[in-house]
């Protein structure tokens, strides 16, 4: 039973932090659409939309990860899948997030490991689909 609560636990936490971030993604999408439009350059811009494009992606994957988990048997794959979409969606769009305001160049090495969270996160999706019995 413990290591059934821990997964509960575990799904509970992809989905709360999905609906969370989705919600952050339309207030950063809206602040940059008409908070920032004058204040940042076309490229700085142009940078705040990938981050939202990318947030809002990578919120509805893990929504449909946590719930594909909760229907289904949760295999590791899975699990890995959730921690990877919330790490990726961190540093991708949050690295981005700051570049575009701040123009920090330090924060640029962080975006490629964001992203390859979200390649893991989708490559973990696949095998857990995969794994999936019919």
Do not use: D, E
């Amino acid at each position: 039973m413990p290591a059934y609560f821990g997964i509960i636990n575990m799904i509970k936490v992809f989905l709360i932090f999905a609906a969370m971030n989705g919600a952050l993604a339309v207030v950063l999408g809206a602040f940059g659409a008409h908070a920032l439009k004058q204040s940042l350059s076309v490229l700085a811009l142009q940078t705040w939309h990938t981050a939202v494009q990318y947030h809002f992606v990578h919120v509805l994957a893990l929504l449909f990860v946590g719930l594909l988990l909760k229907v289904t048997r949760p295999l590791l794959p899975g699990k890995v899948a959730g921690v990877a979409f919330m790490l990726g969606i961190l540093l991708f769009s949050g690295s981005l997030y700051g570049l575009a305001l701040s123009g920090s160049t330090w924060l640029g090495p962080i975006t490629p490991l964001g992203g390859l969270c979200l390649i893991v996160g989708w490559i973990a999706l696949f095998v857990q689909i995969w794994r999936m019995q019919p």
